[in-house]
């Protein structure tokens, strides 16, 4: 039996504390693992509720307000000052086109009558009021998660037309 206090005993015992098996590290790295995957559903889950929420909020008209436009004239004033000719006014999902922006993607004349709730009333109040006053709208698929179009922009322009 080898005592405490030899030196190459203390310093077995010393490695074999400081290393873990690798057995132990792939538990470890196993672990890690399922962790980051449960991350990874878990924010999945969670942006899939919030995303439900948004559909949810936006299928359902609102009361347009003064306060809203005052809003749109600041960012618009805000962008025209920072040089911009266009400003992203409104995105969603495409769930809130009747054929989820197959229309808007293919820049079809008719891809305003797909809208639905809110972005529809979006759409109206520019046709109503900004579209006389000189603004241009433009809707395209914005984002394209796993290669699908996940969401709509609408842009409002004011810049001279590209030809």
């Known amino acids: 039996m080898t005592s405490s206090s030899d030196p190459k005993s203390a310093s077995e015992g010393s490695s074999r504390d400081a290393f873990m098996s690798a ?6 790295s196993m672990q890690v693992e399922m962790a ?3 991350k990874e559903v878990n924010s999945m889950d969670l942006a899939g509720k919030a995303r439900a929420d948004l559909i949810k909020r ?10 809203i436009g005052t809003r749109l ?4 004033k805000s962008a025209a000052a920072s040089g911009k000719s266009e400003l992203e006014v409104m995105r969603f999902p495409v769930d809130l086109c009747t054929d989820r922006g197959r229309a808007v993607n293919n820049s079809e004349p008719g891809w305003p009558d797909t809208l639905t709730g809110v972005p529809r009333q979006a ?6 009021e900004l579209q006389p006053a000189g603004y241009r709208l433009k809707a395209m698929i914005v984002e394209w998660p796993n290669g699908l179009p996940g969401d709509v922009g609408l842009i409002l322009a004011w810049g001279d037309e590209k030809r």
Request: net charge positive.
């Open 23 to 28: 057995d132990e590290l792939r538990q470890y």
């Open 36 to 38: 980051r995957a449960s």
């Open 58 to 67: 936006l299928s359902t008209p609102i009361k347009v307000t003064p306060d």
């Open 73 to 76: 004239r600041g960012r618009l």
């Open 123 to 128: 759409f109206e109040l520019w046709r109503k």
